[in-house]
């Protein structure tokens, strides 16, 4: 489409007979032709152009308005376009041709412009000067080489010699200070060369005259030029001058000013330019070896009237000199020597530390701002791109350990991008020899191309960009992380984003983005998870964190041991046809491949991906066949690649030997134990996560049932084989919209009626953008806004707290400054399709402001959530809420105490708060979310808690400290997770969100990371994939008697895949505090 501009324009009256009119046009760019007549025509213009969109001024159709009726206009054929091209068609005596020109056309300015304007003309004019002014220093240096003072010729002299006078002893030889030997070639050319520079300046001054003819002459360049030119010149006409001393080597001063204004000229041309650091060192060694050359000329010159000093002793002299060593050795003997030493070092006194003033404040400013990353180190190493709005030094050190934890990774440049000052503590660390090499700091912002090109953000083979959870404003925060994203991928398009963002109604935003990760969405499903499968805070963060499984040896408990071992275990993938763990597994089914490759090998494989499916599924069951294209995912202490296989189990089994393995070990297994476990969505059966608090047994039948054909006598029950192909018979189709729960048996009616008003479905309304659809249970019909208020009776019921209403299962309660987009995922894992009717927690949010009618709108749906004002410092809001009836309080961190002054004193109101409910309600399992992991010590305090205490001391082992040999064992096997084996974190009852920053760095070696985390979290649900759950191990259970064999059990009869225990202990000491792990 094309859309025809027309410029209307207006004649002038003429105010005398004799003055042109000014007229001006302006037409579209074209093509160049040989002849102005050559034109294309509207008509020609529309055809050429049909298809191209754009504006075109069609100057054939500017109509002009008449101004006065005196003033005939121009008959239509004669248009601007002939004016101003000229066309030779029209005739007309009243017509002038006007030239323009963009620079006055005199010789004059022709000169200026080839000398002085044009950057390349003016570049060789002044590589030009230099050379001449090199070549006269070079001169000078062979004059001198070959001159002999006994020689010197003296015009002024009797017998025109200087050899021929009487010597007093002391007395100065002035002769041999005004004349010297210059043999007649060496004159020659200094005579071309001085004749040379004397027109080549003169011209210059002329070009560069402004009216003021005494500001040229008094120029130091203009001075020096006629010192070293006027002689020579004189030189021609008058012979006998012709050994006259010129201080040529002064022209090493103005080779210093060419080579200055070449180097900028040169920067002009190529439209690049140096950092100023690298000018002032430039200008700086420039000056002092000018400094250092004109000493040593000036000396050996004056000293051929006394002691007659070599041209290398003078410049040693002035080198041992201007160093400030002094060894006097070598020192002049006359005293004009002697002067020009002291004003060369007066000089030096004056000019040297401006230059070393200038260059340290460039120096500080360049460390300041962190200078470039090198081009040529960007195309033959590889680096990637941190961007961060303010550093910190537990966000840094989280960032480089984890990254460079992988072994690939360590020849990697990491390039930090940050808008602010460098803070002490960031700059102690990165001047650590381990990170100074690797840890490059700019100071900079993303959204500036300057600042990308600096960190060369094209040439990087990936970008992190982190926003800033201390902000108190998160959504301001998510929108600066936003442009950052943006300008990223405006600028190098071709390099993978890693982005962190806070709130989910934001993340669609950076959609295009490789990889992001939405802290409130992990971080309140992770929450609502650990309400009920314990410790899954814990488990997730273990295995997002890289370790090689060495913390806790040294401790002399057993189970710090097990669980530092353990910490080590990750997620690794292998394709099928590649693997020697389950390589052999090709056409089974994918639970015969999980139990055996642990039973053979220990790994626990936990998911598979299909070649032609771009999904991941977390335990597929055994409806799924391996085939030899699978990726299989699985968790061990190390991958596979990094693996010795021993086979020295078989030959001992072989043999006949007693071998103590995973699934014959006579340990015993503690009476309280939960289970994390995969379950099979394509299974019939339900894994029921039975709080750990609770004594009763589940009076359904559980699935570890001890087999009723062994039951009796002293052998041990068998558990059945795990088949190689499931029994199709044996596998009850899977119904999603049905409850499996309801098909149980031995029910009172009571029972029977709990949850039978639910429905499955999807909910209706999602909060933000983006949130994935995950089947719920749901009401039939949204409950009214009314009825969501727990502490306000309404029309349709009068309860006003949560006694009255009589719930039977546990509340939930959580605790929020105010209802986020995130909160919505802490109701949707709670509330999922798998979650038994019978076993939902009805959950309470106290939140410190009411929430919107948005927020209503989105979990009006849910069964059994409810909301009202209040915080947990108010007990009386406590109690209303039913604190007393419930069994978890999530208390989430609140983003008014960001704003604390001390950084680490943002969880103070949180601790106490915690703290003092911990004291009032001891039975109640209180879950708390942290600003900063360090603050976890003070989880559920108490100050003569022994066995706390000596939890401590292995935490201030494991972290940098001085002292004893111990420290740096544990510091070198450990990981950086001190805070590992405090109990609260080792329970799951604390959790820090900064402790998955570890998953965007894992990311970028394990692009399946994040998928698999949500997948684990229930944020994203894949057909025929399972999910996560907990079942409680009681002792009636403990026939099983192993790890091993639970996990045949688990998988034989439910297929299920156990990855974790969650273990209790009570711990009793003489003193009258117990601590309960």
């Given at each position: ?954 935490e201030k082992v494991s972290c940098s400290g001085p002292g004893t040999e111990t420290v740096t064992i544990e510091r070198d096997k450990g990981s950086n997770l001190a805070f590992m084996f405090r109990l609260p974190f080792a329970a799951g009852r604390v959790f820090s969100i900064s ?83």
């Open positions: 489409m094309n859309f025809f501009f027309n410029l209307r324009g207006t004649f002038v009256k003429q105010i005398a007979e004799d003055r042109p009119v000014a007229e001006a046009a302006m037409s579209p760019p074209r093509r160049s032709s040989s002849s102005h007549g050559d034109r294309t025509s509207t008509e020609n213009l529309q055809k050429n152009n049909s298809s191209n969109s754009g504006v075109i001024l069609d100057i054939s159709t500017l109509k002009m308005a008449e101004v006065d009726s005196e003033v005939p206009p121009l008959p239509p054929r004669y248009r601007f376009r002939d004016l101003l091209l000229g066309d030779q068609t029209f005739q007309n005596d009243d017509r002038v041709q006007v030239e323009f020109y963009v620079n006055e056309n005199t010789f004059k300015e022709r000169l200026k412009l080839f000398f002085i304007k044009n950057q390349r003309s003016s570049l060789r004019i002044r590589l030009f000067n230099f050379s001449l002014k090199i070549l006269t220093c070079a001169l000078y240096i062979l004059r001198v080489s070959l001159d002999n003072p006994k020689d010197t010729p003296c015009p002024m002299c009797q017998n025109n010699s200087l050899t021929n006078t009487t010597e007093t002893p002391g007395e100065i030889k002035w002769g041999y200070i005004f004349w010297v030997n210059r043999r007649v070639p060496v004159w020659a050319i200094q005579v071309t060369v001085a004749l040379i520079s004397f027109l080549e300046t003169m011209l210059i001054t002329y070009l560069s005259y402004k009216g003021n003819i005494w500001e040229q002459i008094f120029q130091i360049s203009f001075i020096l030029e006629m010192i070293n030119t006027v002689p020579f010149i004189i030189t021609i006409f008058w012979p006998p001058l012709r050994n006259i001393f010129v201080p040529v080597f002064l022209n090493c001063w103005l080779a210093k000013g060419a080579l200055e204004n070449m180097i900028n000229d040169f920067h002009r041309a190529i439209q690049r330019t140096h950092s100023a650091m690298f000018n002032q060192v430039f200008i700086l060694i420039c000056t002092l070896l000018c400094l250092v050359f004109t000493g040593a000329c000036g000396i050996q010159h004056l000293e051929r009237a006394g002691k007659e000093l070599s041209l290398f002793d003078s410049f040693y002299f002035c080198i041992v000199t201007f160093s400030t060593v002094g060894y006097g050795d070598v020192t002049p003997q006359i005293w004009p020597s002697q002067l020009l030493v002291v004003i060369l070092i007066c000089v030096a006194l004056v000019v040297l530390p401006l230059q070393f003033e200038e260059l340290a404040y460039l120096w500080m400013e360049s460390q300041k701002l962190g200078g470039n990353y090198s081009r040529h180190r960007a195309q033959t190493e590889k680096h990637v791109v941190l961007c961060v709005s303010s550093l910190k030094i537990d966000l840094l050190m989280d960032f480089l350990n984890e990254f460079y934890a992988h072994p690939r990774l360590q020849d990697y440049y990491v390039v930090i991008l940050c808008p602010t000052e460098i803070d002490i503590q960031v700059r102690r660390i990165l001047q650590i020899p381990l990170w100074s090499q690797r840890v490059i700091y700019l100071q900079g912002s993303a959204l500036k191309d300057q600042d990308l090109m600096r960190a060369k953000m094209d040439d990087a083979e990936a970008c992190f960009i982190l926003s800033s959870r201390n902000e108190v404003d998160r959504t301001a925060a998510d929108h600066q992380t936003i442009l950052r994203a943006w300008a990223a991928k405006d600028f190098a398009p071709n390099c993978p984003l890693y982005v962190q963002i806070l709130k989910p109604e934001n993340k669609f935003h950076v959609k295009f983005a490789d990889h992001v990760v939405c802290e409130e969405e992990f971080k309140y499903a992770m929450l609502a998870l650990n309400c009920v499968c314990p410790a899954t805070s814990t488990l997730v963060t273990l295995l997002v964190h890289t370790s090689r499984g060495q913390e806790g040896q040294l401790s002399p408990e057993q189970w710090q041991r097990t669980y530092g071992r353990c910490s080590g275990n990750e997620v690794y993938h292998i394709r099928l046809c590649d693997s020697k763990f389950f390589g052999e597994y090709d056409g089974k089914s994918f639970t015969y491949a999980s139990f055996h490759a642990h039973k053979k090998y220990g790994v626990c494989l936990i998911g598979v991906k299909r070649e032609d499916n771009k999904s991941i599924m977390l335990n597929p069951g055994p409806r799924h066949i391996m085939a030899a294209t699978d990726t299989c995912y699985y968790i061990n202490i190390t991958k596979e690649e990094n693996s010795a296989f021993i086979f020295k189990q078989e030959e001992k089994h072989n043999k006949g030997l007693p071998v103590t393995g995973l699934y014959d070990a006579p340990s015993r297994l503690p009476v309280h134990s939960i289970i994390a476990s995969m379950v099979d969505q394509a299974t019939s059966y339900g894994t029921v996560a039975i709080d750990l608090q609770n004594p009763d047994p589940p009076e359904e039948s559980s699935k570890l049932t001890l087999p009723t054909e062994n039951g009796a006598g002293s052998r041990r029950p068998s558990i059945a084989p795990v088949l190689e192909i499931a029994d199709s018979s044996a596998i009850l189709p899977c119904d999603l919209l049905s409850d499996q729960s309801e098909d149980e048996t031995n029910q009172s009616d009571e029972e029977g009626s709990v949850g039978s008003d639910f429905v499955k479905g999807y909910p209706p309304n999602s909060p933000y953008i983006g949130s994935s659809p995950t089947l719920c249970h749901l009401l039939p019909q949204k409950a009214p806004f009314c009825c969501l208020r727990l502490d306000k009776g309404c029309t349709h019921n009068s309860f006003e707290d949560a006694k009255a209403y009589g719930f039977k299962n546990k509340l939930i309660i959580v605790s929020a400054e105010m209802a986020g987009n995130g909160l919505y995922n802490f109701i949707v894992p709670l509330r999922a399709y798998y979650r038994p009717r019978k076993e939902l927690n009805p959950i309470v949010l106290l939140l410190d402001y009411p929430p919107d009618n948005h927020f209503l709108e989105a979990i009006c749906c849910f069964p059994m959530v409810y909301f009202m004002a209040g915080t947990i410092d108010n007990l009386d809001n406590l109690l209303q809420c039913g604190i007393i009836y419930a069994d978890n309080l999530v208390v989430v961190d609140k983003e008014s105490t960001m704003s604390a002054e001390e950084d680490y004193m943002a969880d103070a109101k949180t601790i106490v708060n915690v703290q003092t409910m911990f004291r009032l309600f001891p039975s109640l399992s209180i879950i708390t979310e942290l600003t900063h992991p360090s603050n976890m010590r003070f989880m559920q305090f108490r100050a003569k808690d022994c066995y706390s205490l000596a939890l401590s001391k292995l402790m998955l920053d570890t998953l965007l760095y894992q990311s970028f070696v394990k692009d399946y990371m994040i998928a698999i985390a949500r997948l684990l979290l229930g944020l994203d649900t894949t057909p025929g994939s399972g999910y996560l759950c907990a079942m409680k191990i009681t002792e009636e259970d403990l026939w099983i008697r192993t790890y091993g064999r639970l996990f045949q059990k688990l998988c034989s009869s439910s297929a299920e895949i156990p990855i974790g225990i969650y273990r209790t202990e009570s711990h009793m000491f003489s003193t009258s505090e117990a601590s309960s792990v």
